[in-house]
């Protein structure tokens, strides 16, 4: 069954810090790894995207890893900002299926001053 | 930047009523989705269309639903006879020939 799980749940830190989070996958073929922040009540915003080939992504203080092998990823954010406060949802795509588009709950994040 | 767009924000109906959400994807744009998210849980694919057709469609989008690009700018979604649980929120997105795509802002789908 392809499913996508994240962890955790909900996170809070103090601004400043950096944190990691994770997601585990089970989508196959695979063709590509997203991370996306949503902010609440709006379209979620792309951050990374990977292929198989890829281990890792950044995108300013988002660096994304992956490992294929065993079907992890996280995103890692440095120096944290009080707009991160935010969902981050991981999204796993089959390879020549737009259905096989799969996304995890995401990791609510709070960041505090 | 282009963005994509969506209208209404926020959409009221009475159970049974049809409903019509729209799109404007980013102007170059080929491929376009349709997904919702229910309060609280994940989102969730219901329908990729590409060159004038449907290319894929989830289990969800079942023949309530439908979508049509009736001009070239416009992209909409149909719900023929809303229930109860079609009450979410419906974001479009659209992507060039990249993988990446572009999720509009939402609608807000209240069927009461």
């Known amino acids: 069954k392809n499913q996508v799980e994240q962890s955790p749940q909900s996170l809070i830190i103090l601004e400043g810090k950096n944190c990691t989070l994770q997601?585990?996958?089970?989508?196959?073929?695979?063709?590509?790894l997203r991370w996306y922040k949503q902010d609440t009540g709006r379209g979620p915003v792309s951050l990374t995207i990977?292929?198989?080939?890829?281990n890792t992504k950044s995108n300013g203080r988002y660096t994304a890893t992956l490992d294929a092998d065993t079907k992890q990823s996280s995103l890692h954010i440095t120096a944290s900002q009080l707009s991160d406060s935010a969902s981050y949802i991981c999204?796993?795509?089959?390879?020549?299926?737009?259905?096989?588009?799969?996304f995890g709950s995401g990791t609510r994040l709070s960041i505090r001053p | 930047e282009p963005e994509v767009t969506q209208t209404p924000s926020h959409q009221v109906t009475q159970m049974g009523q049809e409903v019509i959400l729209r799109c404007v994807p980013i102007?170059?744009?080929?491929?376009f989705y349709w997904y919702r998210q229910i309060l609280g849980q994940k989102v969730e694919f219901l329908v990729s269309?590409?060159?004038?057709?449907?290319?894929?469609k989830s289990e969800i989008f079942d023949d309530q639903f439908s979508v049509e690009r009736p001009d070239g700018s416009n992209f909409t979604l149909k719900i023929r006879s809303t229930k109860l649980e079609d009450s979410a929120m419906y974001f479009c997105?659209?992507?060039?020939?990249?993988?990446?795509?572009?999720f509009g802002p939402g609608t807000r789908l209240t069927v009461l």
């Open positions: 997601c585990n996958y089970t989508v196959s073929p695979f063709s590509n």
């Open positions: 999204v796993v795509s089959a390879r020549s299926s737009a259905s096989k588009i799969i």
């Open positions: 102007s170059n744009h080929l491929y």
């Open positions: 269309f590409y060159n004038n057709e449907i290319s894929e």
């Open positions: 990977m292929t198989f080939s890829e």
């Open positions: 997105a659209s992507r060039d020939t990249s993988a990446e795509q572009f």
